[in-house]
């Protein structure tokens, strides 16, 4: 049973195909009890579109009892199908149809999972959360690593959690015609967390450690300055580091821990050094 199907009338007419159309897709199927290849298509579309009612309706016609309908949209023959937006016909079945081609149709005009998850991340984004940004535009750039769109909301992501190589990276597979006002933000963005991330204030601190390569509240402050302009992997390096030669030295266990999860979820440099970690203590 499809929880958001309706069956198409007169007195219904205008609610479902001129307004709610409006807000979702209707998807109308034209059937008649004498064409049971009509009925076969009806009951098809109605099993595949049951668990999207978030972004289409199903609206079936007796096309015996409601003929001025069928006549309106200007039915010639059954068994056919109408997706319908904003009040136009936008696409067409006709004819019985596979399951395969049914599949096809549909994912012409419904929202893929990539799709979710680019919505996910890019609401993410403007939220400030560039960890559930990153983990949902991954997911993705899993699922269609050729959208340009996605490969922008996932450089914007990997620069917001300084994955700057990941970022350029992605940048540098975005063709000539897809590069728009959004590409230039990003490449802007990456710009400046390039500069950030080797500030004359890490410089200093980078040459104090230098003179004092064993000192652990210059090892913590040069670690700390990393992972607050996202050099994370710098952060994660230097602090094993020290962890390794010093194994009482809690502060640096502690800062270490606290900088693998400020990673994204399934961030594989988290993963390395959780596995880093396990192996020094154990």
Same mark, same amino acid.
């Given at each position: 049973m499809n929880p958001n199907a309706v069956s198409l009338t007169l007195e219904n007419f +205008? +609610?479902? =195909?001129? #307004? @709610?159309s409006k807000e979702k897709l209707v998807l109308v199927a034209f059937w008649a009890d004498q064409i049971p290849e009509s009925l076969e298509l009806r009951d098809k579309l109605a099993s595949k579109t049951a668990t999207a009612g978030e972004h289409v309706i199903f609206a079936d016609v007796d096309c015996q009892a409601q003929q001025q309908i069928a006549m309106q949209f200007g039915i010639q023959g059954l068994p056919t199908a109408v997706l319908v937006k904003a009040g136009q016909p936008i696409d067409a079945l006709s004819g019985p149809q596979p399951d395969e081609a049914i599949e096809q149709f549909l994912a012409k005009h419904l929202p893929q999972p990539q799709d979710e998850f680019l919505a996910q991340a890019q609401a993410a984004l403007a939220n400030g959360d560039a960890n559930q940004a990153y983990s949902a535009a991954k997911q993705a750039f899993d699922l269609d !690593? !050729?959208?340009? @769109?996605?490969?922008? =909301?996932?450089? %914007? /992501?990997?620069? !917001?959690?300084?994955?700057? #190589? %990941? /970022? $350029? /990276?992605l940048l540098d597979t975005v063709m000539? =015609? @897809? $590069? %728009? !006002?959004?590409? +230039?933000a990003v490449v802007a963005k990456l710009e400046l967390a390039n500069e950030a991330s080797n500030s004359p204030e890490l $410089?200093?601190? #980078?040459?104090k450690l230098a003179e004092s390569p064993d000192d652990p509240q210059l090892i913590q402050q040069l670690a700390a300055q990393y992972s607050q302009v996202n050099r994370h992997e710098d952060a994660l390096a230097l602090l094993f580091k020290r962890v390794q030669t010093a194994r009482d030295d809690a502060d640096s266990k502690k800062l270490l821990l606290d900088v693998m999860k400020a990673l994204p979820d399934g961030d594989p440099l988290a993963s390395k050094y959780r596995r880093k970690l396990y192996t020094l203590l154990y």
């Open positions: +205008q +609610q479902v =195909v001129l #307004e @709610d !690593s !050729s959208r340009a @769109d996605i490969k922008l =909301v996932l450089a %914007d /992501a990997c620069v !917001s959690c300084g994955k700057t #190589e %990941d /970022a $350029q /990276a000539m =015609v @897809d $590069q %728009d !006002s959004y590409y +230039q $410089q200093a601190l #980078e040459a």
